[in-house]
């Protein structure tokens, strides 16, 4: 099971680190720091990897905000208010809004709309986002890489655990973020 899961991890584990960023971004960085940690994944590309998902996933939502911006977020619930928010903090703190946001769950994909809409100047936008995607990336690597160097103390070098502790990791999130949701309404 070990040999299969780091065959998978060699052939197409900067590609489901690029999808997992896409997609969700936190804990699958926590996931991706665990594995670095144990030797299936690599530092520099991981991180590399990590930052184009987000990245490609927050210029979608910013260009989609040139389109349709407004229409879109004020046209439901959900999205209108998380727009009002949004739009506090991008008034308040501008550009530097991305630091902010990128540190609150679930606001990932309105305030990039809401840039979007609100016509914040490209190459601005993609300098302080790669900058706070610097940042957020090494802050969760480093967490999983402490959370696997911690598996590794208390288990040792039992690597046929890894992958079921890495596997509890994700569900264990995903139920968290499911109850999330459902609680938040």
């Keep these: 099971m070990v040999e299969n899961l780091e065959?998978?991890?060699s052939s197409y584990g900067y590609f489901a680190v690029f999808v997992g960023t896409f997609i969700?971004?936190?804990?699958?960085?926590?996931?991706?720091?665990?594995?670095?940690?144990?030797?299936?994944?690599?530092?520099?590309?991981?991180?590399?990897?990590?930052?184009?998902?987000?990245?490609?996933?927050?210029?979608?939502?910013?260009f989609l905000g040139r389109w349709k911006g407004r229409h879109i977020l004020l046209g439901n619930k959900y999205t209108k208010k998380r727009y009002r928010k949004a739009k506090r903090l991008v008034e308040k703190y501008g550009i530097y809004s991305l630091f902010i946001i990128r540190f609150?769950?679930?606001?990932?994909?309105?305030?990039?709309?809401l840039m979007g809409a609100t016509g914040f100047n490209i190459y601005k936008f993609l300098f302080f986002n790669v900058l706070s995607l610097i940042i957020w990336a090494s802050i969760?690597?480093?967490?999983?890489?402490?959370?696997?160097?911690?598996?590794?103390?208390?288990?040792?070098?039992?690597?046929?655990?890894?992958?079921?502790?890495?596997?509890?990791?994700?569900?264990?999130?995903?139920?968290?973020?499911?109850?999330?949701?459902l609680l938040r309404g």
């Design 7 to 9: 065959s998978f991890l």
């Design 24 to 62: 969700e971004g936190e804990l699958f960085l926590l996931v991706a720091g665990f594995f670095i940690k144990h030797g299936f994944l690599q530092p520099i590309p991981t991180f590399v990897f990590s930052i184009l998902g987000a990245l490609t996933h927050e210029l979608i939502y910013f």
């Design 104 to 113: 609150l769950y679930g606001m990932r994909v309105v305030p990039m709309m």
């Design 140 to 181: 969760f690597l480093t967490l999983g890489y402490i959370l696997g160097h911690t598996a590794y103390m208390i288990l040792g070098d039992l690597k046929h655990y890894y992958f079921i502790f890495g596997l509890s990791v994700v569900i264990g999130g995903l139920i968290f973020y499911m109850l999330y949701k």
